[in-house]
């Protein structure tokens, strides 16, 4: 033990840990983070990094909250765990009442679970037995192209990214894709919807609102989702809105379903939820939803639980979040990187290695015109780049994205473009 603890943390994690999303015969050791505060982190030799993808997009108030970790800490003092079912407490209870009041106004119930994949999950189980309560025998589920929507089987049915999934297809759900709309390919799309719906029992529609994170932070239409969402509410397909990325401030509105007039049926939840302290994801439905699940007969009930479903502590955390998310100050954050965005895209939108800039509240992102393999060199020394020049940011192939947590300093957000530019000129 004593000549394990002499080795750096990065040897000795090689030792003992698989890491996510790692190919660990050709992945460099990983990087030892020792601290963080705000919207920085510090490796194990005191080198510090800009976090400007807000760790995955969770620690949206920066790292080590006073506020939270206060939030946190009292909670962990009265009630740590109990099991939720059978019972309730206080900070569940407040934190769905909260939540409610500022999701879309269809929403009406929340289901507690774990993490982005299940919350996904539950909002698949939702839609399936809905038409099977109702006697309606309905066994495909409707997603976009390039989709993304977690680990767990069910997410990775409707996901469409096989770099992720392939190796699993044979054991997925039954699903069908069709094309993101774009502005110019709205009418072929709602064409394609229609004879899907045609030729399949559609029982639900699982989407990222607005953006597809995974995809390389690729943005479509919202007029063209909202005629989707139309017509699936004509043919009573559930809609399972995917907000686990773009929810809690990242679009410039709470969710990115307020952007659209349709409202979903269903609301998936994680992420930022927490503020990066705990994991935690919830499931939100409209009345309608849940009142299909309430009947005499127990079986028709929706019988998916976590252990640490409601966790007292994690409740305590999102709701201190909550309340930040909602304070003049962070308003004045994201107003301000907002507008910087903007600024900086306009800026480097007529650079000829700039392709389709775009942007979505917070979320910046374009592509790097500059040969690649998807998800190969060039994105492994973009990162490394970014990395010593002491900004991180994670590329998707030649996609570069930048989801900053809300309370960034400007000069913080200065070195983020100014790493970027530096790359623009350095790579050919």
């Known amino acids: ?29 990983p990087l030892a983070i020792s601290k963080a505060k705000a919207a920085l982190l510090y490796d194990e030799n005191g080198k510090e990094y ?33 099991v939720f079912t059978g019972f309730t407490h206080e ?21 507690f679970n774990d993490n982005g994949s299940t919350s996904v999950e539950i909002g698949i189980k939702m839609a399936l037995q ?37 190796p699993f297809d044979d054991h997925f759900l039954k699903v069908v894709r069709i094309p993101t709309p774009d502005g110019t390919n709205n009418a072929e799309v709602l064409k394609q919807l229609n004879a899907l719906i045609e030729t399949h ?47 809690l401030g990242k679009t410039g509105t709470y969710f990115a379903s307020l952007n659209i007039k349709e409202l979903p049926d269903v609301i998936c939840l994680s992420k930022a939820l927490t503020a990066g302290l705990v994991p935690m994801g919830i499931t939100t439905c409209s009345q309608d939803i ?29 709701l201190a979040g909550l309340e930040l998310l909602q304070t003049q100050e962070i308003k004045e954050q994201q107003a301000y990187i907002i507008k910087a965005h903007g600024e900086f895209l306009n800026k480097i939108s007529a650079h000829p290695k700039v ?20 998800y190969g060199n060039l994105r492994n020394k973009l990162f490394q ?18 989801l900053p947590p809300f309370v960034i300093t400007e000069a913080q957000l200065k070195a983020v473009y100014s790493a970027i530019l530096e790359a623009l000129e350095s790579f050919s």
């Open 1 to 29: 033990m004593q000549k394990n603890l002499r080795m750096s943390l990065s040897k000795r994690d090689s030792k003992t840990i698989w890491h996510p999303l790692t190919q660990h015969k050709t992945a460099k050791l």
């Open 50 to 82: 800009i976090d400007a993808i807000a760790s995955w997009y969770t620690a949206m108030y920066g790292h080590c909250n006073d506020y939270i970790l206060e939030s946190a800490f009292k909670q962990m003092q009265t009630l740590d765990q109990v």
């Open 91 to 111: 900070p569940a209870v407040k934190l769905a009442e909260e939540l409610l009041s500022i999701l879309p106004k269809n929403q009406a119930k929340v289901m």
């Open 130 to 166: 809905f038409h099977h309560n109702n006697n309606d025998k309905r066994d495909t589920l409707l997603a976009f192209e390039n989709g993304f929507h977690g680990d767990t089987f069910g997410a990775m049915s409707v996901s469409g990214l096989s770099v992720y999934n392939g």
């Open 201 to 247: 029992n559609i029982a639900g529609f699982v989407y990222e609102p607005l953006v597809q994170g995974a995809a390389g932070m690729k943005m479509y239409d919202a007029q063209g989702l909202n005629e989707i969402l139309k017509i699936c509410k004509t043919n009573k397909i559930i809609t399972v809105a995917d907000e686990v990325m773009t929810g």
């Open 290 to 318: 849940y009142d299909a699940f309430l009947d005499d007969n127990v079986g028709k009930g929706l019988f998916h639980a976590h252990t640490y479903s409601a966790n007292p502590i994690a409740c305590a955390t999102a």
């Open 355 to 374: 392709l389709n800039p775009r942007q979505s509240g917070v979320i910046l992102a374009f592509e790097m015109d500059v040969e690649m393999e998807r």
């Open 385 to 402: 780049f970014f990395m010593d020049k002491g900004v991180y940011l994670r590329p998707l192939g030649n996609t570069i994205y930048i």
